[in-house]
């Protein structure tokens, strides 16, 4: 038969790798200057563009989707290629796709910092940018399928498989937690509220770790591993009942974020259930993984990259059994909002993903520049420098997590709290976050070395951007194989197969959330819960923009110890008028949901300008420019008016009058503060964040409130 | 405590059991399949991305007769 002959298109592979060392590096950084404020809040330089709040999010944006994320596309763009024996559909799409995800990174790393977010996690980035992510996601699926749909070759090898139910799931998962309404250029209010906002935000949370973290990786191993051992997987039919299963459950199991809450129960047993499942499919990944290495073994002692792929297999295997563990209620009761969780993430992020983007990386550029790595003492200096820090790091979180956890917890002899004072469960940990800053930067300096030793390699070889390669045309034929033709008639046909996964996925999202949706009595309502006035509002977005929600829940689970502490636990009917919800996911500070009226809003005052003033030792950052900054008054009418679009129920007309009632209430708490001493003034940002902070929580303290079933 | 919600959807129980068919339903069609598998074919699946040689991997002369293969 005549072989046709075409090129593999390397210069996008390379632009993506490029990108990935880069990101990275930032990326790491960003997360150790967080991880130092957290013991020397000072280094905010009270400047807010550097303050944790506001690049917390800079730092998971920067590792998921950036370093992570062109990550993935280097090692799709340079595998896809060659399982399909084609070169990329289009190169104009290659180059759309590459330097739209480039802008989409930047883009967010101007806004994020300035404080345009949407405060849902891992989806903070506005509408403007959210679109245009659908736009560049959109052209990399069609960059995929066209480049399968012209494929020499037959059938589609799992990692393959993989890749398509990651571009499926994302696009479904994107659009889905995207829906919002613009308020303005870069503010918007999504359409769902309380209680189903946080479910359609954990099952996307939960789904982009599942579907851009672990699936697209997955299929980076079972084509990167075999390469680089030189041996093909251990089980082919362990692959394939290993993916149908994976997607099919992880869909289901995002609840588990949410235990405890004011989500409803049904949910949250669904979740557990769902997660305790996925350690079959996630062990039988991992285990595919190590045994195709059974009998080279002593390969992985000299070979560097092998070491980094044993490692981030065992990290997936160590993080997708503890995952499970952490959805059992009784677990998570002591690991939620605790460094435990964050312990949890950094075994998946620096392990999984970090380890298995450097194995590739130490694979695949000599590779490209067709070279031998520049020095594999390095690369070894590199693993070694990781592992430790990798340690130091998981170790420490564990340590903090867990202490805090059972110091929030103890209770004297005499019922009352131990440690009632939240600030003394905080110090006590602060040299476990010394420690895990250290471990941190030794992982990050691994990275700079790793990019040394990669760059001299470039250096040493010579880059082809076009390798040429020959392959004989896909014609129609019988299919060789007797048996079992069904899936392999899939595999045929990609589009069908798009299809199949698609609808694995949604059986799950659709069983989980029409009944929350639909059904009313889901969410009991509370006749005393009232809609935000304007002020209050306005100080709602200004927490939004300063992400308190990165330190602080709003969320009184129901155990003694909470409400000891806080006051009356949470119920679903109190976050109907809440969009988004605010929730959080981590307790560096205390919960805020039972905050109003508990202190003066002298306090508030005082302690917003200088945390420390009102708790000593306190790690808190200050945010002095709330009490300088004019508060922005012009959108008030635009902002009721989109609450109202979205079920929130302002009387018609009201926006006309809300900013008589802005100012009135501004009126009344500034002469409170001015009362007490503080030269406050009533157009300052600070009056309308102490006007929301007031408000949380109060309207079930109103007596004889009752509920509506 | 969340038990009212729980109780206050007419049954709920369905939800669990309907995810709990489908899933196993289609699980056993998975294993079925595996079992009826031609092994050649996984064969040259697992080699895929090994294959050095382009010109080699083609499925009809080179697995038509897999006894001929070394």
Redesign the interface.
């Known amino acids: 038969?005549e072989?046709e002959k075409f090129s593999y298109d390397n210069g996008i592979v390379r632009k993506f790798a490029f990108a990935t060392v880069l990101w990275g590096l930032v990326g790491m950084l960003v997360g150790i200057l967080i991880a130092t404020q957290l013991f020397a809040p000072a280094l905010n330089f009270n400047i807010p563009f550097l303050t944790f709040g506001r690049i917390r999010p800079l730092h998971t944006n920067a590792v998921i989707f950036a370093f992570v994320g062109n990550a993935i596309f280097m090692g799709i763009y340079y595998?896809l290629q060659?399982?399909c024996?084609a070169r990329m559909f289009s190169d104009l799409f290659s180059s759309i796709h590459f330097w739209g995800w480039q802008l989409i990174i930047v883009s967010a790393a101007i806004t994020l910092p300035l404080g345009f977010t949407t405060s849902k996690e891992y989806a903070e980035l506005e509408w403007p940018i959210d679109i245009a992510i659908a736009l560049v996601w959109i052209a990399f699926g069609i960059n995929m399928f066209g480049t399968i749909l012209k494929r020499r070759?037959?059938?589609m090898?799992?990692?393959i498989w993989f890749y398509i139910a990651t571009w499926v799931t994302v696009t479904v998962l994107h659009v889905v937690n995207s829906i919002e309404i613009p308020v303005s250029f870069l503010k918007s209010y999504p359409i769902y509220a309380g209680v189903q906002d946080a479910l359609v935000q954990w099952w996307y949370g939960h789904n982009a770790v599942a579907f851009f973290l672990t699936t697209p990786f997955l299929g980076l191993m079972?084509?990167y591993l075999?390469?680089a051992a030189?041996?093909?997987?251990y089980s082919?039919?362990l692959s394939?009942?290993h993916f149908?299963?994976l997607i099919?459950?992880y869909i289901?199991a995002g609840p588990h974020h949410l235990l405890y809450s004011?989500l409803?129960?049904?949910a949250?047993?669904?979740g557990t259930?769902?997660s305790i499942?996925l350690i079959a499919p996630s062990w039988g990944g991992m285990i595919n993984g190590l045994l195709t290495l059974r009998g080279a073994w002593d390969r992985v002692r000299e070979n560097p990259i092998l070491k980094f792929m044993v490692v981030a297999i065992t990290a997936y295997g160590m993080a997708t059994f503890e995952g499970p563990m952490l959805s059992l209620k009784n677990v998570n009761a002591i690991a939620h909002f605790t460094d435990w969780i964050i312990s949890h993430v950094h075994i998946g992020a620096l392990g999984w993903n970090g380890f298995l983007t450097f194995g590739i990386l130490y694979w695949l550029i000599p590779k490209l520049w067709k070279t031998e790595l520049y020095s594999k003492k390095l690369a070894n200096f590199h693993f070694w420098i990781g592992t430790l820090g990798i340690v130091f790091y998981a170790s420490s979180m564990y340590w903090s997590g867990i202490t805090q956890s059972l110091m929030w917890k103890q209770f004297t002899p005499l019922g009352t709290l131990q440690y009632p004072n939240f600030l003394e469960t905080v110090l006590q940990i602060v040299p476990m976050y010394i420690i895990r800053m250290i471990g941190g930067s030794l992982y990050f300096v691994g990275v700079i070395v790793m990019a040394y030793n990669l760059i001299k390699t470039t250096r040493q070889g010579a880059f082809q951007k076009d390798e040429a390669?020959?392959?004989?045309p896909l014609v129609k034929?019988?299919d060789?194989?007797?048996?079992?033709l069904?899936?392999?008639w899939l595999e045929g046909k990609p589009i069908y197969f798009l299809f199949l996964a698609l609808v694995?996925i949604l059986?799950?999202g659709i069983?989980e959330f029409v009944?929350t949706f639909l059904?009313k009595?889901?969410?009991?309502t509370i006749a005393s819960v009232k809609p935000y006035t304007p002020l209050e509002l306005q100080g709602r977005d200004i927490y939004i923009r300063e992400a308190c929600n990165s330190c602080h829940s709003q969320l009184v689970r129901?155990f003694r110890s909470e409400t000891e502490r806080y006051g009356e636990y949470s119920k679903?009917g109190e976050y109907v008028y809440d969009h988004p919800f605010l929730w959080g996911s981590k307790r560096t500070g205390p919960d805020l949901h039972r905050v109003g009226g508990k202190y003066p809003n002298f306090w508030h005052y005082l302690h917003m300008e200088n945390p420390s003033s009102m708790s000593p030792g306190s790690i808190m950052p200050s945010y002095p420019w709330l009490l300088t900054n004019d508060l922005d008054v012009s959108n008030t009418e635009k902002k009721i008016k989109v609450m109202r679009s979205i079920g929130v129920p302002y009387p018609d007309g009201y926006e006309e009058i809300a900013l008589q009632d802005l100012h009135a209430q501004a009126e009344e708490i500034t002469l409170d503060l001015q009362k007490s001493g503080a030269p406050a003034e009533s157009d300052k940002e600070i009056i309308a964040l102490i006007a929301y902070l007031q408000r949380l929580g109060k309207d079930i303290k109103a007596k004889n409130y009752s509920t509506n079933? | 405590m969340f038990k009212d919600y729980l109780q206050s959807i007419e049954g709920v129980e369905v939800y669990a059991i309907i995810s709990m068919i489908i899933f196993i339903t289609f699980f056993i069609g998975i294993i079925i399949w595996l079992f009826k598998v031609d092994k050649q074919y996984i064969k040259k699946m697992r080699e895929l991305p090994l294959e050095k040689d382009s010109s080699m991997n083609f499925g009809e002369v080179h697995y038509k007769n897999p006894d001929k293969k070394n």
């Open positions: 038969m072989l595998s060659r399982l024996k070759e037959k059938h090898y799992v990692a079972y084509y075999p390469k030189n041996r093909p997987v082919y039919k394939i009942v149908w299963t099919f459950i289901w004011a409803p129960d049904w949250q047993s669904l259930v769902f499942m390669a020959e392959a004989p034929f019988e060789p194989f007797k048996k079992g069904r899936h392999r694995a059986i799950g069983i009944p059904i009595s889901n969410i009991p129901p679903a079933k």
